[in-house]
């Protein structure tokens, strides 16, 4: 059964600083890996997708890592402003010939302070 | 193109009662699945629908059932609603010959009493 963790569960820095969000999964038979933000009560948005072929994405002030092989992707957040507070899931896809679900971990709640 | 939809925003239901929650999919999407997220957790994935099938289910009881629709937009039904049940019900889509990439509503949040 494929398990995903993320550390840390709560992470506060001050407004400027680089951070790096860390996602760990038991199972390397992944199709892909994808990271989300959710605000307060909301719903997720997609960040970045990665496929299991892939070593990194980025788009603009993030880049997402993975190495599949050791279970792990990051997520990098350059110069971070108080707008990126929020909590920040990833998700692993499995590699399953059919179906699309998702396994997520329980989050990293980010707090940047002005 | 219009982005998922899901219907209504909250919804207040006392133990014992039934709940359809709706949602309607990304234009050109032809997969909806939908994920439980209590408070603190990270979503949980209930099953998925794919050409108005159901394609893979999570670890749910039977009283949650489901249907899409040749619109394909979908309906997450629950019976004898219990108080666990209270969460944000999120519905995700995706079109599955291509990149896989789920995008999701702004969710339901259910609260039974």
């Known amino acids: 059964k494929q398990e995903v963790t993320q550390i840390p569960a709560a992470l506060s820095v001050p407004e400027g600083e680089n951070l790096v969000l860390n996602c760990s999964f038991t199972?390397?038979?992944?199709?892909?890996l994808q990271w989300f933000r959710q605000d307060p009560g909301k719903g997720l948005t997609s960040l970045l997708l990665i496929q299991s072929s892939q070593r990194e994405q980025t788009s603009g002030r993030l880049n997402a890592s993975l190495d599949k092989s050791s279970g792990r992707s990051t997520l990098y957040i350059a110069a971070s402003q108080p707008g990126d507070s929020a909590t920040y899931l990833c998700?692993?896809?499995?590699?399953?010939?059919?179906?699309?679900?998702?396994?997520f971990g329980e989050g990293t709640q980010l707090t940047v302070n002005p | 193109e219009t982005g998922v939809t899901q219907s209504p925003t909250h919804l207040i239901k006392t133990r014992g009662q039934q709940v359809t929650l709706r949602c309607s999919s990304q234009s050109g999407h032809n997969t909806v699945s939908w994920y439980q997220q209590a408070l603190g957790q990270g979503p949980q994935f209930i099953f998925q629908?794919?050409?108005?099938?159901?394609?893979g289910r999570g670890n749910f009881p039977p009283r949650f059932s489901g249907l899409q629709f040749p619109n394909y937009s979908s309906e997450l039904n629950v019976n004898a609603l219990e108080l666990d049940d209270s969460a944000l019900y999120l519905c995700a889509s995706s079109y599955e010959t291509h990149s896989y990439e789920q995008y999701f509503g702004p969710g339901t949040r259910l609260t039974v009493t």
């Open positions: 629908y794919y050409r108005e099938e159901e394609n």
């Open positions: 998700a692993v896809r499995p590699r399953e010939t059919s179906g699309s679900r998702l396994t």
């Open positions: 199972d390397s038979a992944i199709y892909n």
